[in-house]
T-cell receptor
């Protein structure tokens, strides 16, 4: 079974600065998808960024980018120019690419605080 | 609708009561998922539907948990004889197709508290 680990329960960043959230995962599969989701206090999970394992190029979405290291099974999220609205729980998630891998496996989350 | 909606947002039940949690997915979305999120933890998979077919229920913790999606749209998660360990946020998500690369869109969740 796949597992996802987020070793930083809490992180803080100064507004306008850059922060990196860590995620590692364990799998024996070669094809899969990785995601970062944001969950603000309202609880609605919002997709931040997605990475296909077969793509070597790191995904980027505006101020959000990932550092995907397949061999190391590492998938960190970098938030540039942090804004107050970035404060939330961030979850790293894994999804198998096989026929039965429809569900996500989530990590325990990292709570990000943004300091004004 | 514009997004996934869930009702009620909050539910308090006495131990032993039955509860029913509703999920309205985005219109036209084929796939629907239920997750359980304990306090301070990430969501854990419960069950998955493709249209009205329940293709995976491997995450349901006991036979007290039952989910249905009879017409392939609205889904209900039912918990019988609730126990304190059932207290959690129950999240519903939907995706357009059944493809693995699909983005899952989450609802706001139902917070269940069992006294």
């Amino acid at each position: 079974a796949q597992t996802v680990t987020q070793s930083q329960p809490e992180m803080s960043v100064q507004e306008a600065e850059t922060v990196t959230l860590s995620c590692t995962y364990d799998t024996s599969e070669s094809d899969y998808y990785l995601f970062w989701y944001k969950q603000p206090p309202s609880r609605q999970m919002i997709l931040v960024i997605r990475q296909e394992a077969y793509k070597q190029q790191n995904a980027t979405e505006n101020r959000f980018s990932v550092n995907f290291q397949k061999a190391a099974k590492s998938f960190s999220l970098k938030i540039s120019d942090s804004q107050l609205g970035d404060a939330a729980m961030y979850f790293c998630a894994y999804r198998s690419a096989d026929n039965y891998g429809q569900n996500f496996v989530f990590g325990p989350g990292t709570r990000l605080s943004v300091l004004p | 609708g514009a997004g996934v909606s869930q009702s009620p947002r909050y539910k308090v039940a006495k131990r032993g009561q039955d509860v029913a949690l509703r999920c309205d997915p985005i219109s036209g979305h084929v796939s629907l998922f239920w997750y359980q999120q304990a306090l301070g933890q990430g969501p854990e998979f419960l069950t998955y539907f493709q249209n009205e077919a329940q293709l995976d229920k491997s995450g349901l913790p006991s036979d007290r948990f039952f989910a249905e999606r009879p017409e392939g749209s609205v889904s209900t998660l039912k918990i019988q004889r609730t126990q304190q360990e059932d207290s959690a946020v129950y999240l519903c998500a939907s995706s357009l197709l059944g493809w693995r690369a699909d983005t899952q869109y989450f609802g706001p969740g139902t917070r269940l508290t069992v006294l």
